[in-house]
């Protein structure tokens, strides 16, 4: 019979082999909701270990497994004007929102998250904003000066905003559209997930309320002494809830048209490239 810690890591392979790069935090919450391992503070730390243990030991990728927030800063250099030039090439993407109507950003609460969101919306060329719990005034102004110049160009700006439930989770939409409001700007903000009815649909595991978060009585009043934190919510029932919103939002046959010219684009400018790479 495993023991737990190998219970743990034989479980974060299969997840893992299925779907990956994940935080440490979302497979934590795949093995919750796989009944696995409860939802406890002590769970989450014996899961941290075991990881660390399976990437030392060769069991788990390395890349398998990111950290959003410790990540280095190279300085980038190439080794002539060749490979430059391929780098420019992975990096052209032609501006969808010159044949959009509406524009769409989408906003998450904390960068653990963020990871998800950019792979599922690189597609849709839509930007990812991390707020970091309540953002500071300096991302609110640049975000503010975005949507009123987007409002000026499109029929519509709508944010799709994604975060925990607990009391500064609920509070912090609130705040965003306060904030961005003072500054002239006044988009659109759904909070796509989480929300009580989507816990309650996909039975995810609560954990109980911060004593020290002074939200905290007004949240229990309302939704009771349990809150959910959105790496609760599988992958797949992410892109369930995010990809309609988005897709219900933008024109599909213009972003595909646009796609069409930036392929075409792509080609001409690889042969450039090749080009270069003859005159060197």
């Known amino acids: 019979m495993m023991d737990k810690t190998q219970s743990i890591i034989s479980a974060a392979y299969d997840a893992l082999a299925e779907e990956n790069p994940m935080t440490v935090r979302e497979i934590h919450y795949v093995l919750v909701v796989a009944l696995i391992i409860e939802n406890t503070i002590q769970n989450y730390k014996a899961v941290s270990r075991a990881l660390v243990k399976a990437r030392k030991e060769g069991l788990i990728p390395w890349d ?52 998800f969101f950019v792979r599922e919306l690189e597609p849709y060329r839509i930007a990812v904003n991390v707020g970091r719990g309540f953002d500071g005034w300096d991302s609110i102004y640049k975000a503010a000066q975005l949507f009123k ?20 989770g609920e509070e912090m939409v609130t705040s965003l559209r306060k904030r961005l409001g003072e500054l002239g ?45 959105f790496e609760a919510l599988s992958s797949a029932r992410r892109r369930a809830i995010l990809i309609p919103h988005v897709e219900s939002l933008l024109n599909m046959n213009a972003l595909r048209e646009t796609l069409a010219v930036e392929g075409r684009e792509l080609k001409m400018l690889a042969e450039s490239i090749e080009g270069w790479r003859g005159a060197a």
């Open 64 to 115: 398998w497994i990111e950290d959003r927030i410790r990540i280095p800063h190279d300085v980038p250099m190439w080794e002539d004007l060749s490979t430059f030039g391929e780098t420019v090439l992975d990096s052209y993407k032609r501006d969808i929102w010159q044949t959009q109507e509406n524009y769409v950003a989408c906003w998450v609460e904390k960068d653990a998250i963020s990871g």
């Open 149 to 168: 110049a987007r409002a000026n160009l499109h029929k519509s700006v709508t944010v799709l905003y994604f975060g925990d439930f607990d009391p500064s």
């Open 185 to 229: 700007a006044r988009p659109n903000i759904i909070k796509c997930a989480l929300t009580k009815e989507q816990i309650l649909k996909y039975s995810l595991p609560p954990i109980p309320t911060k004593e020290t978060d002074s939200r905290r009585a007004k949240f229990i009043a309302q939704n009771g002494d349990a809150c959910v934190e």
